[in-house]
T-cell receptor, first 113, second 110 residues
Framework: KAGVTQTPRYLIKTRGQQVTLSCSPI?????VSWYQQTPGQGLQFLFE???????NKGNFPGRFSGRQFSNSRSEMNVSTLELGDSALYLC????????????FGPGTRLLVL | AQRVTQPEKLLSVFKGAPVELKCNYS??????LFWYVQYSRQRLQLLLR??SRESIKGFTADLNKGETSFHLKKPFAQEEDSAMYYC????????????FGTGTRLLVSP
């Protein structure tokens, strides 16, 4: 069974640009959650998606948005990038909302210059 | 607000020594607690959860509600246990948001 996949793996952008990251959960998993990992703040919850609906959002500005498609794949978008958005973005999938995130992807490392 | 504290950034032990990675939390309700592990150049993965009361790779963790702690223990450390360990809290079942601690790097020397 293929694991959680994230694309792209690495990304370099400049301030003011926007970026879209993709996450494909394990087949059959319907819950996808996103986390931002930085050296200063550690792992912070961004969003949770289930059945194409955002169920919960972390304490991030509106520049951070996301969506989930009918095949459970999820995308997150960051608009008007700032230097502080440089981070590793992780997504995780689980079969249901009842299960805590069990399987994480390798992450997308975003560098904003 | 919910908070998870892992007081040690680095814990260095010798092979065969006991290990205890500390985790304390603050939450007024009844949380679920988890330990996640990230080995070098590998993905973050769930190690164990307090609800299961299981032992994984020789590790155990007991939820102490009185002391609001969920320390991870192993009686005899192995070199392959060297990794980054994160304690995490979930406020209730069906609520995917995890609050993570800052992590403790465990280094097991031969």
């Amino acid at each position: 069974k293929a694991g959680v996949t994230q694309t792209p793996r690495y990304l370099i952008k400049t301030r003011g640009q926007q970026v879209t990251l993709s996450c494909s959960p394990i087949s059959g998993h319907r819950s996808v959650s996103w986390y931002q990992q930085t050296p200063g703040q550690g792992l912070q919850f961004l969003f949770e998606y289930f059945s194409e609906t955002q169920r919960n959002k972390g304490n991030f500005p509106g520049r951070f948005s996301g969506r989930q498609f009918s095949n459970s794949r999820s995308e997150m978008n960051v608009s008007t990038l700032e230097l502080g958005d440089s981070a590793l973005y992780l997504c995780a999938s689980s079969l249901t909302r009842a299960e805590a995130a069990q399987y994480f992807g390798p992450g997308t490392r975003l560098l904003v210059l | 607000a919910q908070r998870v504290t892992q007081p040690e950034k680095l814990l260095s032990v010798f092979k065969g020594a006991p290990v205890e990675l500390k985790c304390n939390y603050s939450y007024s309700g009844s949380p679920e607690l988890f330990w996640y592990v990230q080995y070098s150049r590998q993905r973050l993965q769930l190690l164990l959860r307090h609800i299961s009361r299981e032992s994984i790779k020789g590790f155990t963790a007991d939820l102490n509600k009185g002391e609001t702690s969920f320390h991870l223990k192993k009686p005899f450390a192995q070199e392959e246990d060297s990794a980054m360990y994160y304690c995490a809290l979930r406020m209730n079942t069906g609520f995917q948001k995890l609050v993570f601690g800052t992590g403790t790097r465990l280094l097991v020397s031969p």
